[in-house]
């Protein structure tokens, strides 16, 4: 019992870092249905953003960075949806392998800026420390995890630009003769999935070192929240990376690191399984 | 107001409309009328610009906007009602009608006007649109065409596959908009109600016109002949 209390801040808190990946992900992927291979190196350029910014900016580094990575990753983003993504819309498997080619771009850009080595960026001293087993950098991101949810959620449901964005991605020709530029809707989706990938990547500093590579170690798991919690929906990501967190915690806890992962990617194919749509499905009268 | 020359469009390389030629003058309703498969929607939804014209021109108001993007049709004033109750399904009813007057940064009193169309809708506005009947999602596609206060209204079956009570209420709501000196292109299979609301009709066959006249002409049994199912 005392072992599965301590495992549930830990589980939560890798919950709160699959959440944060995976959330620009309900954007480009879940909303409009682009499999952006890419994807982790705008967490990559989140993270060296975080890197760059913390001998200028000092104690207040991580929350300077967070803005300003979610504009460097957004921006990222924006030039490839606008240069190469958009002319490949509507065909996956041509966008995949493009962005994966993008991807190692990239990669191999960011080992000619900062090196092949690994970096470190210092945590600032307020977050070091912690309460019982709860160090305060992964509360820091549990805490970031949540006002991102909240963000966002308040972004899709409270204001227009989030009204058009629902609209383009429920029904395309209708927003179209509906007057909705669909077009600068695609952008701005883009702009801000991208973007946060950017914040995740500067929450990934605070619990781990930052590589040229260090995209490609967690799209996976990204993408695996998003499926398993459905296509653009927001509670099914959250559930999902809770979910995914929690297990893997424990998993490693009975087990060990690598067969944790077995037993999480086993659970994640047996339930897609008996429920390939994801835990929530956006259900209507048209769609069923 | 709308005028539509020579038009042709299709899909890939599978010709659909063969040259086109139609006018809608403000205040007018006009009737396309034709069997199913002889490019009716097709024709709609060329004149709206969800389908690109290979050929031919479509003028709006005086303006050339055969190669204008579909919302900047509708921000000239130029609404579409597609065929089969389109609603965003997710959204509520209010706010499909909200991203609409968004969209064309309309007042807010266009939005009542629409309510007050189809008082129907009042009652449902925090429902999902996905969850309203089908009458009622038709009701919500007009009322969120009517949104734009547009000059042109274009409805593609508005009466297809909803139950009699609705159909009644959206062929007077249609009647009453007419009435008010809004100019309507409409896409009807029903003879008899192409008969009461039209001022004048066309019949396509085949991506042709191939007979058009006033309302008058379609009670004849040539025309009648033309449209037997």
Redesign the interface.
Known sequence: MEAFVNQLPIGISIGAVLLLIALGLTFTFGQMGVINMAHGEFIMAGAYTAYLLQDLTGRMAVIVALPVAFAVAGLMGLILERTAIRHFYGRPLDTLLLTWGVSLVLQQLARDLFGAPNVQVQAPAWLQGGIGTLPYNRLFIFVLALLTVAGVWAYLNRTGQGRRMQAVMQNRGLAAVSGIDTGRVDQRTFFIGSGLAGVAGVALTLIGPVGPTLGTYYIVDAFLVVVAGGLGSLLGAVVAAAGLGLLNSYAEFWSDASLAKVIVFAVIVAFLQVRPQGLFVLRSRALS | MLSVQGLESGYGRARVLFGISLSVEPGELVCVMGRNGVGKTTLLDTV???LPATAGMVAFAGEDVTRL???RR??LGM??V?QGH??????SVL??L???L???RGPREALEEALETFPRLKPLLKR?????S?GQ?QQLAIA??LV?RPRLLILDEPTEGIQPSIVIEIEEAIERLHASGMAVLLVEQYLELALRLADRFLILDAGHVVHSGTAADLRQEETRRLLAV
């Open positions: 709206m610009g969800v993007p579909s919302h509708v921000a609404a579409y597609p389109a609603t965003f399904p997710q959204l706010g499909n909200l991203v609409t968004e969209a064309c999902s649109a996905g969850f309203l089908g999602q969120r065409a734009t």
